[in-house]
């Protein structure tokens, strides 16, 4: 349970750090918290950043492009994958 929760907190500082939108000071918690489950349901890279690609979207009504949603479910899969090796 513990190591779960470290990996949650791994992304989101990748999901915060990543700031597509440029707030700032951030305000994504209600995306991340999605974006965190959907990185529970989703193992394959282009599924995840059309997830992510949806979840921002229907927030802010902007699109952000399908490669920098790429590369942030790149990274966060990365992490998944690192967190099912040490079990």
């Known amino acids: 349970m513990?190591?779960?929760m470290i990996t949650n907190l791994h992304y989101v500082d990748v999901l915060n750090?990543?700031?597509?939108?440029h707030l700032v000071n951030g305000n994504y918690d209600t995306e991340i918290a999605d974006t965190i489950q959907a990185?529970?349901?989703?193992?394959?890279?282009d599924d995840l950043a059309e997830r992510i690609q949806s979840i921002y979207e229907f927030s802010f009504e902007k699109t952000i492009p399908f490669d920098n949603c790429l590369q942030v479910a790149k990274q966060l899969l990365v992490i998944k994958d690192n967190d099912s090796c040490t079990i």
């Not at 750090?17 to 939108?21: M, R, S, V």
């Not at 990185?39 to 890279?45: N, R, T």
């Open 17 to 21: 750090e990543w700031d597509p939108f």
């Open 2 to 4: 513990e190591s779960e």
């Open 39 to 45: 990185i529970h349901e989703l193992d394959h890279m």
